[in-house]
């Protein structure tokens, strides 16, 4: 006997500045019974993400906006309950993108099955470490800013799921030295006492830029960027000649409503001949097989530990984004269904 009722979530308006609320609605939708090749999912884990801020407004990016008054799509994990398909037998565990809802059906090309987690991990770990999350920090590191040995790497928003995992990861691959800006004293001390980072600034507690220049004394080689705004402005004023930046996100100014001023040191871009490059992952899909390989080593050797901050129940999905926004989660921020 499986569920015939999906609780889903769906974007009623574009947010002005930060979203609340009342730009979302939760609805019941009744499922029709299977079609042939269809299957029916339970969720177990739906992934909140800060690019889905970027969704909500109708703007060009690389990816369409959210519709207004349809569900919320992004990354879930959960098991094949149903099935009208051979490929996709009840009890297979797969990860899909129709995110916001605690069931999901579909046509079986829609999901894609993988393994059981190594035992006491939870299925989450493929919307996090093992997943675009941590595939994001490892094609940042390597393909886009081209991490060298002796390297001096420094990364904003260090505490959230991309960063911490980037922080291990630029270790990994031999950085000289890593550091981190993240918000509050007890991230700092997470990046330095858990995640390995040799050095963590607190952004709220004074100027990035005055804070970076005292840890980087020997300058940074490597910027992986998630936040923009001041902290891309403190990474040019030590980038030593030839730096690159990964340019990933820019969280700072997502939920402003005027337009934010531009660093004002651009011009080290030019005298330092830096590389600045923005990446989106479906580029670097190519890289899947070669992360996948060397994250399921990492963390089988203990090399890598990931974090997690859990929001229980699809109706708290709306809570668990503006939480994620907020930064009030450490490592990967979810919905458990």
């Not at 569900?71 to 129709?98: C, E, K």
């Not at 675009?132 to 991490?147: K, R």
């Not at 691959?173 to 800006?181: D, F, H, K, T, Y």
């Amino acid at each position: 006997m499986t569920t015939s009722t999906s609780t889903q979530i769906q974007l009623v308006n574009r947010p002005v500045g930060w979203p609340t609320p009342d730009d979302f609605r939760t609805v019941a939708v009744d499922l029709a019974d299977l079609a042939p090749g269809e299957v029916r999912v339970a969720n177990e884990f739906v992934s909140v993400d800060p690019y889905m801020r970027g969704r909500m407004i109708d703007t060009r990016s690389y990816v369409p906006p959210f519709a207004l008054g349809e569900t919320m799509t992004g990354g879930a994990v959960g098991r094949v309950v149903a099935s009208a398909s051979d490929d996709l037998p009840v009890g297979t565990l797969v990860l899909h993108q129709l995110g916001w809802r605690d069931v999901a059906q579909a046509p079986a090309a829609e999901f894609t099955a993988v393994p059981e987690p190594p035992a006491g991990t939870a299925t989450s770990v493929y919307l996090g470490v093992l997943g675009l999350t941590g595939m994001t920090a490892y094609v940042g590191l390597t393909a886009v800013a081209g991490l060298k040995d002796g390297d001096i790497v420094f990364i904003s928003g260090a505490a959230g799921a991309v960063g911490s995992v980037a922080g291990q990861i630029a270790h990994l691959l031999g950085a000289a030295s890593v550091i981190g800006s993240a918000g509050g004293p007890a991230k700092v001390d997470l990046l330095t006492s858990r995640y390995g980072f040799d050095a963590a600034l607190d952004y709220k507690a004074a100027p990035v830029r005055k804070q970076l220049r005292e840890l980087a004394s020997d300058g940074i080689d490597v910027y992986f960027d998630n936040v923009g705004g001041d902290h891309l402005e403190a990474a040019l004023d030590v980038f030593n000649n030839g730096g690159r930046a990964a340019l990933c996100g820019a969280i700072s100014s997502y939920n402003e409503t005027q337009a934010q001023p531009g660093p004002r040191n651009m011009s080290n871009i030019i005298t330092r001949g830096l590389t600045l490059r923005g990446f989106t992952l479906p580029s670097y899909m190519g890289l899947a097989r070669e992360f996948n390989e060397k994250m399921a080593a990492w963390l089988a050797d203990g090399k890598i530990v990931h974090d997690e901050t859990v929001v229980d129940g699809i109706d708290h999905a709306v809570d668990a984004f503006l939480g994620m926004m907020r930064g009030e989660n450490v490592g990967k921020m979810l919905v458990r269904i």
